[in-house]
């Protein structure tokens, strides 16, 4: 069994978490995903019926991935 199901049943999510990570840095995006994982607003995601994390405004309008825009840096560290 894979240790990581999620990165197979949400793999979109698992992207953009690597992204995010590789952007911002591991520590803080693994802190934010544990909140959320542990009822904090600092995480929530949802993909193809599965979600992780607490959702801080049910019902509220929420900001999806395909509306969103990261910064990406290039390997030689120029912008």
């Known amino acids: 069994m894979d240790k990581k199901p999620l990165r197979q049943t949400m793999p979109t999510v698992a992207a953009w978490v690597d992204e ?6 591991a520590d803080g995006i693994n802190a934010a995903i544990r909140n959320g994982v542990a009822g904090g607003a600092a995480f929530y995601a949802t993909e193809g019926g ?10 509220k309008r929420s900001l999806r991935l395909s509306e969103m825009t990261l910064p990406r840096t290039l390997k030689d560290g120029a912008k």
């Not at 599965?50 to 019902?59: E, H, K, M, T, V």
């Open 20 to 25: 995010l990570r590789e952007s911002f840095g």
């Open 50 to 59: 599965q979600s992780i994390g607490s959702d801080a405004l049910p019902g």
